[in-house]
């Protein structure tokens, strides 16, 4: 089965997108580790006091559709060998994720992840075996 893929200029559209969701997200972890208290506690100006924690979620939500965009965009020049080295880091990352998931569910009874976590390591984790997988071969 051939997977249609988003022309090219998508690539931009996506890493725009994903760093608008993420920034937010990373200025509150930030400012968090900085200060060392919570965003809550009233000690900083926080994202979180002015927009919300549902407003939060969604530039997380924002975050990961732009690395998913960014993931379905055609390269430059696409070719079977492209289509090859997508399959392998998919293949890749699905293993390393489910061994990762399994091993924190091992080890830990209490885990206080949430989904997002799972899913932010999946995409980062396929576009960096993709990224190294195509600069090795």
Partial sequence: MKLRMLPNWFKKLGFIIFLIGASVSMYEGFMEGLTGTPSDSGQFDSVKNYLGEKAI???DILSILGMIIYIFSKEKVEDDYINKLRLESYQITALLGLSVTIVL???SEDIKLT?????ILFLWTY????AIKKRLE
């Fill in 57 to 59: 979620h969604w530039f």
């Fill in 105 to 107: 569910y091992t080890f």
């Fill in 115 to 119: 989904l997002d976590y799972f899913i």
């Fill in 127 to 130: 576009l960096i075996t993709f």
